[in-house]
T-cell receptor
Framework: DGGITQSPKYLFRKEGQNVTLSCEQN?????MYWYRQDPGQGLRLIYY???????QKGDIAEGYSVSREKKESFPLTVTSAQKNPTAFYLC??????????????FGPGTRLTVL | EDQVTQSPEALRLQEGESSSLNCSYT??????LFWYRQDPGKGPEFLFT???AGEEKEKERLKATLTKKESFLHITAPKPEDSATYLC?????????????FGKGMKLTVNP
């Protein structure tokens, strides 16, 4: 089955620690995205990548970093510089600019809690 | 600045009681408007894309429509399993990117 997987489902972080969230897709999509979801707020874009080895900051990139070494993978690192990291993190992918279909498809999410 | 406003924020319906959810937007050069369904603790599930005013799409008890300023998600004879949060998002051309701007969502509860 084609889809997007995220791991782990739940993650606990101590103050001052960096943590990495995994996102893998087997949909052969070019573009991948990371969003953050907080109660009462819409999804906010952290980083996105339209092609391997290239990525751009979204609206709330401070305290986060990403890499895109493979088409299938787009890991997100939450660094200690992120002051309020407790949130639900969602990864998405789409066909990208080579397609007229712009739908983004989401993974199941990772819930990060800072202890 | 692009904005997406969903109303109402929450809606309770009785099973079989039809209603509509509203998504109003301000964006220059709309490239697409998207509806998603999200269950608690899960990722959003894609429902519809609408590209131009006057367009309509249907899926089971859901029907999405689009005007130049807003979109409606009509729910006909809802069932308890339709209970979820419904998200609306818009996309506009921005340097070749495909960034979406999301509304805050609308929580629908359908009571049996």
């Amino acid at each position: 089955d084609g889809g997007i997987t995220q791991s782990p489902k739940y993650l606990f972080r101590k103050e001052g620690q960096n943590v990495t969230l995994s996102c893998e897709q087997n949909l052969n999509h070019d573009a991948m995205y990371w969003y953050r979801q907080d109660p009462g707020q819409g999804l906010r874009l952290i980083y996105y990548s339209q092609i391997v080895n290239d990525f751009q900051k979204g609206d709330i990139a401070e305290g986060y970093s990403v890499s895109r070494e493979k088409k299938e993978s787009f890991p997100l690192t939450v660094t200690s510089a992120q002051k309020n990291p407790t949130a639900f993190y969602l990864c998405a992918s789409s066909m990208g600019q080579r397609s007229s279909y712009n739908e983004q498809f989401f993974g199941p999410g990772t819930r990060l809690t800072v202890l | 600045e692009d904005q997406v406003t969903q109303s109402p924020e929450a809606l309770r319906l009785q099973e079989g009681e039809s209603s509509s959810l509203n998504c109003s937007y301000t964006v220059s050069g709309l490239r697409g408007l998207f509806w998603y369904r999200q269950d608690p603790g899960k990722g959003p599930e894609f429902l519809f894309t609408l590209y131009s005013a006057g367009e309509e799409k249907e899926k089971e008890r859901l029907k999405a429509t689009l005007t130049k300023k807003e979109s409606f998600l009509h729910i006909t004879a809802p069932k308890p399993e339709d209970s979820a949060t419904y998200l609306c998002a818009v996309q506009r051309p921005q340097g070749g990117s495909e960034k979406l701007v999301f509304g805050k969502g609308m929580k629908l509860t359908v009571n049996p």
